[in-house]
Nanobody, 114 residues
Framework: QGQPVESGGGLVQPGGSLRLSCAASVVGFSDNVMAWYRQPPGKQRELVATIRSDNTTTYEDSVKGRFTISRGAAKNTLYLQMNSLKPEDTAVYYC????????WGQGTQVTVSS
């Protein structure tokens, strides 16, 4: 299977919302773990959220209550709903399969600025 394909990034004002999408066939596996990562400019890549096949989720402390990771009705889709966005959320966002292990995609740029 190929790289995941992220989309939905763009420029948004502080306090605004954005919904990221990921096309990845591993989402349809009966037992799997998917994740969203992000890499701010000039900084290391960090884990943002995870979701298991039983829909158990985890979040980085800085995004709790603002971001929601979810699976789409389509078997090959993953979403990250981002609300109350802050300038520090600016980063390239990546979709990643943790189990079964998957490849890195090219990411999608999210810029939060007035």
């Amino acid at each position: 299977q190929g790289q995941p394909v992220e989309s939905g990034g763009g420029l948004v004002q502080p306090g605004g919302s954005l919904r990221l999408s990921c096309a990845a066939s591993v989402v349809g596996f009966s037992d799997n773990v998917m994740a969203w990562y992000r890499q701010p400019p000039g900084k290391q890549r960090e884990l943002v959220a995870t979701i298991r096949s039983d829909n158990t989720t985890t979040y980085e402390d800085s995004v709790k209550g603002r971001f929601t990771i979810s699976r789409g009705a389509a078997k090959n889709t993953l979403y990250l709903q981002m609300n109350s966005l802050k300038p520090e959320d600016t980063a390239v966002y990546y979709c990643k399969a943790l189990f079964p292990y998957g490849e890195w995609g090219q990411g999608t740029q999210v810029t939060v600025s007035s």
